[in-house]
């Protein structure tokens, strides 16, 4: 009979009646509570999903190995170390039939809660065709989580008390912590909760490079301790170094930028055309009907931007920002923008930011333009309070509302002519050329 199949009846009754189900069922309750708290923040886009399962980490990994550690003090606590050392078993056998069930329910732990999280994120995804899960980091996640549980055990067995467990989850939240927002060392990408954004992905080959990082060192941690010709643990040592080592000197290379976050959707029959990031595409007709009043208003405009584009950095030349959808949790929840006013009257404000131009005539145009296009939802409670104010508040809001009846008691042929001389001086900042209200 082979040793599996000798193992094999001790391994199924820790797997079901032992300590190895409540150590995954931690991990799944620790990791479900963390992301439904912050649910509103990853449940709209597949990348912020991913990140926010893989940022996790943090928590789960000294849980993990808080619970092995647990699991490894069993016998102390029992007072059932005398009776183990008289059974034929070598130690490494003992040492796996206590410590694998608990590897692999903490293991299973983070998958099905990481399942459960693309499941709730499905429902609400906006992305363009290509766009689905990332599933790349997932599989490692969850393999280095049940080997800090068997590396935690090691831990157990060698300091059986019942504050080693507590004391080493704290000791690696704070270690990994610290690591995680480290901004320099190519040690920091050695981190298996080293902390990242929505807008990474890593290249091929990091996930698995990961794992026989963090596996070779609980394996080395193993052998160290139950083998029989414990320089075996060589081995597994060997491995983690020259994953460590590959991990280390490509450093910032190991992630690079989704590109399908550099594309742009577009609704090119308004001007300026709306323009959405390529992960939210199916949040265009939202975005559209938001900005329908202000490009409504603007039809027969001249000297307007090309487009609201939706990406990081300065807009071009012919182009405005459009208000950010990211990060998820305020503006954009769950696939639905929460305040389509407020969406449109920032939309209006990027028009006007093209150009830099401080100066009290334009911010009065400013004003006006706002207040005709899409007033701000606290323009009501900021005119309120400059009414109650000192005598220089008052007449400039006097100022304000003369130019914005003004500028609503145009026709609508003299509206358009002034509004295309007030964006051409606005984007050229040339403050004398704003045309008086």
């Avoid at 400013?366 to 007033?375: I, M």
Wanted: with cysteine.
């Amino acid at each position: 009979m082979t040793a599996v199949g000798l193992l094999a009846p001790a391994l199924r009754t820790e797997a079901r009646r032992g300590f190895a189900p409540w150590a995954g069922l931690t991990v799944l309750l620790t990791l479900g509570v963390l992301l439904a708290a912050s649910a509103d923040r990853w449940q709209g886009g597949w990348a912020e999903t991913a990140a926010e399962l893989h940022n996790a980490v943090l928590i789960t990994l000294p849980a993990a190995a808080a619970a092995g550690c647990w699991q490894g003090g069993r016998e102390r606590r029992r007072g059932t170390e005398e009776l183990w050392g008289t059974v034929v078993r070598p130690p490494l056998s003992r040492f796996l039939v206590s410590a694998l069930p608990v590897a692999l329910w903490v293991a299973a732990g983070y998958a099905v809660a990481a399942g459960l999280a693309l499941l709730a994120t499905w429902p609400y995804a906006q992305g363009a065709l290509g766009d689905g899960p990332r599933l790349a980091l997932v599989p490692a996640d969850a393999f280095v989580s049940g080997a800090a549980a068997a590396a935690g055990q090691v831990a157990g067995r060698l300091v059986p008390a019942r504050l080693t467990a507590p004391l080493l989850a704290m000791a690696g939240y704070v270690g990994l912590g610290l690591t995680a927002t480290a901004r320099d060392g190519a040690w920091r990408f050695l981190n298996p909760a080293f902390s990242i954004l929505d807008t990474w992905v890593p290249v091929w080959w990091q996930p698995a490079a990961m794992a026989v990082w963090a596996g070779g060192l609980a394996g080395a941690a193993v052998l160290g301790y139950a083998a029989r010709r414990r320089w075996t643990g060589l081995l597994p040592l060997a491995a983690a170094a020259a994953a460590g080592a590959l991990l280390a000197q490509t450093a910032d290379g190991l992630w690079h930028d989704d590109p399908l976050g550099r594309r742009q959707v577009c609704d090119t029959s308004v001007t300026p055309a709306v323009c959405v990031n390529a992960r939210f595409a199916d949040a265009l007709p939202q975005v559209g009907a938001a900005l329908a009043g202000v490009t409504g208003k603007l039809a027969g405009v001249r000297n307007l931007p090309v487009r609201w584009e939706d990406r990081d950095g300065e807009p071009g030349r012919d182009e405005a920002s459009l208000p950010s959808l990211t990060p998820l949790g305020w503006s954009f929840v769950r696939g639905r923008l929460t305040d389509p006013g407020e969406f449109a009257w920032e939309a209006v404000a990027a028009l006007e930011q093209r150009g830099d131009c401080p100066d009290d005539r334009v911010g009065v145009a400013d004003d006006a333009v706002e207040n005709y296009l899409a007033p701000s939802p606290s323009q009501r409670s900021f005119d309120d309070r400059d009414a109650g104010s000192d005598a220089r508040h008052r007449a400039e809001l006097a100022t304000r509302r003369a130019a914005r009846a003004h500028l609503l008691a145009m026709g609508e042929q003299e509206r358009r002519a002034w509004l295309s001389a007030y964006f051409a001086a606005r984007a050229d900042c040339y403050p004398s050329g704003v045309p008086t209200l």
